[in-house]
């Protein structure tokens, strides 16, 4: 999973990449201290690995992962040339979704680009700027289609689509509402744009240390975000970047108590992975063994081939069964063949949906 972080400068964007990712990224009290993009990988925490490592003994354990995409501040007229320009769009276009920093704290001693905190206006300036960036992308698209359309039905109808989609950005309206209808070649061009407004977004409502507590409920703006959350389908997570960035040069018996001292369940890093897992329609199986126990990330629904293709396409090309087993009734019995007798492991076909936490062992013949 790829997840591409925005924002206005000065927002905690930055310092929030760094404890996210602890990969040192610079960050200071100033715009645009972000001049290359920044990418840092991310594992994804999961506790059941953990004990299915140990039962297993296994040489290695390897978590999923997500890659965070760090780039420079936007600002108003960004597409303009405004600032850095928008140049650093680019960079984030091929990721899965969106995470829009948004700053919800006040503090007279870190300025803000537009001189006060208005989370509202500051998604809209962000939009706008993703926007204008789209439409970029369709203007260059038509340009080369309406050569052609004349003289070919195919081009002459992604055109209609090109038009549609182009008027619908210039009324202000992300990509991301945009009726593409049932058409299937009208989908599948709408996803070879790969718009920046087509992808879900998951807010980082970013606060002061107070408002941690009761997860923004006092706090207006954060209030503010998820009502256009709500609106748009995005999800929200409440997040102070500097806590964060602290907890990061925490060991974790460290950071338990330190969440526990704040009255907190859970770092911002397990906040933002569950917002984009359940955002995004993902989940995870694992393999589980000797040499190595492993978290596949799979989207919700994937049927045991496809999930097995995940692991080698050979897998899926050669499918036969997979061997299922739920991780719970797994370490409950301590031992696969232990589980076998109780009746607890499945022999599933090519229609089996693999469910979250499933253990696998798939068997193929190539």
Known sequence: MKL????????GKSTLFNSLTKAGAESANYPFCTIDPNIGIVSVPDERLRLLGEMYHSKKVTPAVIEFVDIAGLVKGASKGEGLGNQFLSNIREVDAIVHVVRCFEDENVVH??????PL????????????SDL???????AKVAKGARMDKAQAKELELLNRLKAHLEDGKLALSFDVGEDEDDQAYFGNYNLLTAKPVIFAA???EDDLADDGACNSGVQAVRGFAEETGSEVFVICAQIEQEIAELDEDEKAMFLEDLGLKESGLEKLIRASYRLLGLMSFLTAGEDETRAWTIKIGTKAPQ???????DFERGFIKAEVVNYKDLLE?????A????????????DYVVQDGDVILFRFNV
Request: charged share 25%.
């Open 307 to 313: 999930a097995a293709g995940k692991i080698h396409t």
């Open 339 to 350: 589980a076998r007798e109780k009746g607890l492991v499945g022999m599933e076909g090519k």
């Open 136 to 142: 970029e992308i369709l203007e260059r698209r038509i």
């Open 4 to 11: 591409g972080i925005v924002g206005l400068p000065n927002v």
């Open 113 to 118: 680009v537009d001189g006060s905190i208005d």
């Open 206 to 208: 970013n606060v002061g």
């Open 121 to 132: 206006r500051d998604i809209e300036t962000i939009n706008l700027e993703l926007i204008f």
């Open 333 to 337: 019995q301590g031992s696969l063949a």
